[in-house]
Nanobody, 121 residues
């Protein structure tokens, strides 16, 4: 089994910064992609940022230039540095990873439990 555990959400003022972290643990054979999605009530989950194990990144249009994603391959962790935060960044942020476990060695998609980020004065 593979688990994703997120940390770092909270309340921040507009223009402020926040850092989210996510650690994958369990019977991990390999991790090919890690990333973050976010969701607000009544809306679809949307891509925030993804990073491949090789280092290439993809960002959602609304966060380009403000958010930065990084990955520690050895620790199977992914971090999201968020800056210049806006009220519209308020959402539940979910960690996502494509992981092959040691039993099947076949990649599957895993989600964290979500962490709330609120941007408000």
């Amino acid at each position: 089994q593979v688990q994703l555990v997120e940390s770092g959400g909270g309340l921040v003022q507009p223009g402020g910064s926040l850092r989210l972290s996510c650690a994958a643990s369990g019977s991990i054979f390999s991790v090919s992609v890690m990333g973050w999605y976010r969701q607000t009530p009544g809306a679809q989950r949307e891509l925030v940022a993804l990073i491949m194990s090789g280092g290439s990144t993809t960002y959602g249009d609304s966060v380009k230039g403000r958010f930065s994603i990084s990955m520690d391959n050895a620790q199977n962790t992914v971090n999201l540095e968020m800056s210049a935060l806006k009220p519209e960044d308020t959402a539940v942020y979910y960690c996502n990873a494509r992981v092959a476990d040691t039993q099947t060695m076949y990649p599957d998609t895993y989600w964290g439990q979500g962490t709330q980020v609120t941007v408000s004065s």
